[in-house]
C-alpha cells in the first residue's frame, strides 16, 4: 500500500460526503456533523453508485459509508472508490443482521478505515453525536491509500520463487500479530502469503469495536487460507490455526492455555496487543514469531520490544504498507523489531522460520 499523505494541519474545515439511502440517517448524520465548527458537508446521496460518482467529482476529505444501499451496495462502492478516487472512508452501519457486519469487515479490507455503527434505539443523540465526530476526526488523520499499487505489490511478493531467510536459525512454535487501523486488510495480505499448511498456531488482536468485532474471527474465516477460530477462555492452543481474539477481551497466553480476561484497558484499549505480547514473552519467549501491524497509537510497541529483548523473531510493518504507520514506527524507534517488512513479506520470513528445528507446539 502507498500513502498519498494524511490532512495538512491547514486550519480548513473538513469536507465530508453522506451517503446513506436512508433519508431520516442522513439527515441524523449531517445535523451532527453541523453542530461541529471543522466539518462541512459538501454533499449526500442515497446509493452506491452516487457516493462513487460524487468522490470522483467533490474529492471529499471523508465519505461516510452505509453497507445496505440500491444499485451499489458498500462493499463494491468502497472497491470502486479506492481504485477510482480514492478517499478516507467511514463505513457507518446497522448490526442487527450478521451479514451487514461481515460486509463492513470486507468493506475494511477494502480500503475503507474504519466502521462505526448506527445510533442505537437506547443511545442518546449527544452520545450518537459524540461517537461520530470522534470517529470523523481519527479517520481524518488517516493518509489516503492507493490501492491497485498495493496490489501490484502483492502480487511481485507472491512471484518470489524463494522466501526470505530468517535473520537466526531458532526453533519457532508460535506466531503473535496484533494490528489496529488499517489492520483487516494488513491481516489478509499476511495470511494470504502464508502457505495452508503453516504449522504454527497464530494468536491475533485487532482493534475493533464489539459491534463489528463479533464476526470478525467468521470474516477472517472466508478469506484465510488458514483456519480461524475465536480464542474461548481455557482453549488450547491448535497448531496450523489462526485464533482471534474477541472484542472487550485481553488475550493471554499462559503456557499453552489461552486465558480471556475483563482487565483495564490499556493505552485505551480492550483487547490491547501489549497485554498479549507481554504474556508470550514470559510464556514462550524466544520460540516466537511476532508481528507488529499498521495501527493508530502505541500499543504493541513495548510488547514487541520485550519479545526481542527474549529472542522472539519481532518484524514490524514497513510505512509504505502501513494505512497509519504509529504502532509500528513506536515499535521501530524502541529497536523493537529484527525485520521493518510489508505483511506478504513478513509471511515469507515467518514460513522460513516455522521451518526451521521445528518440534511439537507449546
Not at 97 to 106: I, Q, V
Not at 120 to 127: C, G
Not at 136 to 142: D, G, N, P
Not at 207 to 214: A, K, M, V, Y
Amino acid at each position: 500500500m502507498t500513502a498519498a499523505g494524511g490532512l495538512a494541519s491547514s486550519g480548513r474545515r473538513l469536507r465530508v460526503l453522506v451517503a446513506d439511502d436512508s433519508l431520516t440517517v442522513r439527515k441524523r448524520l449531517v445535523s451532527a456533523l453541523s453542530n461541529a465548527p471543522e466539518f462541512v458537508v459538501v454533499g449526500e446521496v442515497s446509493d452506491g453508485e452516487k457516493a462513487v460518482a460524487a468522490c470522483r467529482e467533490l474529492r471529499p476529505d471523508v465519505l461516510l459509508l452505509d453497507i445496505v444501499m440500491p444499485r451499489l451496495d458498500g462493499v463494491r462502492a468502497t472497491q470502486e472508490i479506492m481504485a477510482t478516487a480514492p478517499t478516507r472512508i467511514l463505513i457507518v452501519s446497522g448490526h442487527e443482521r450478521r451479514g451487514d457486519a461481515l460486509d463492513s469487515m470486507s468493506a475494511l479490507a477494502a480500503g475503507a478505515v474504519d466502521a462505526l455503527e448506527k445510533p442505537r434505539v437506547d443511545e442518546s443523540e449527544e452520545a450518537f453525536d459524540e461517537r461520530l465526530l470522534r470517529a470523523v476526526r481519527v479517520v481524518a488523520r488517516v493518509p489516503v491509500v492507493t490501492w491497485r499499487k498495493a496490489e501490484r505489490a502483492e502480487r511481485s511478493l507472491d512471484s518470489q520463487q524463494e522466501p526470505i531467510a530468517p535473520s537466526v536459525a531458532t526453533r519457532r512454535e508460535l506466531m503473535v500479530v496484533g494490528g489496529s487501523t488499517g489492520g483487516p486488510s494488513a491481516f489478509i495480505e499476511l495470511l494470504r502469503a502464508l502457505p495452508p499448511t503453516f504449522p504454527l498456531p497464530i494468536l491475533l488482536v485487532l482493534h475493533i469495536g464489539p459491534s463489528f468485532g463479533f464476526a470478525f474471527a467468521d470474516w477472517l474465516g472466508t478469506v484465510s487460507k488458514i483456519p480461524v477460530v475465536e480464542a474461548a477462555n481455557g482453549m488450547q492452543l491448535r497448531p496450523g490455526y489462526v485464533h482471534v481474539c474477541p472484542p472487550e477481551r485481553h488475550l493471554v497466553l499462559r503456557g499453552s492455555t489461552l486465558v480471556l480476561t475483563r482487565d483495564p484497558e490499556r493505552h485505551s484499549c480492550r483487547p490491547s496487543v501489549d497485554v498479549l505480547f507481554e504474556s508470550v514473552a514470559e510464556s514462550a519467549g524466544e520460540r516466537t514469531i511476532a508481528c507488529l501491524l499498521t495501527g493508530i497509537g502505541r500499543d504493541g510497541a513495548e510488547g514487541l520490544r520485550l519479545l526481542r529483548a527474549r529472542g522472539a523473531l519481532t518484524m514490524a510493518q514497513d510505512e509504505a504498507s502501513s494505512v497509519v504507520f504509529g504502532m509500528p514506527r513506536e515499535a521501530i524507534l524502541r529497536g523493537a523489531a529484527v525485520h521493518v517488512l510489508p505483511p506478504a513479506e513478513m509471511a515469507h520470513v515467518a514460513s522460513s522460520a516455522a521451518r526451521v528445528g521445528r518440534r511439537r507446539a507449546p
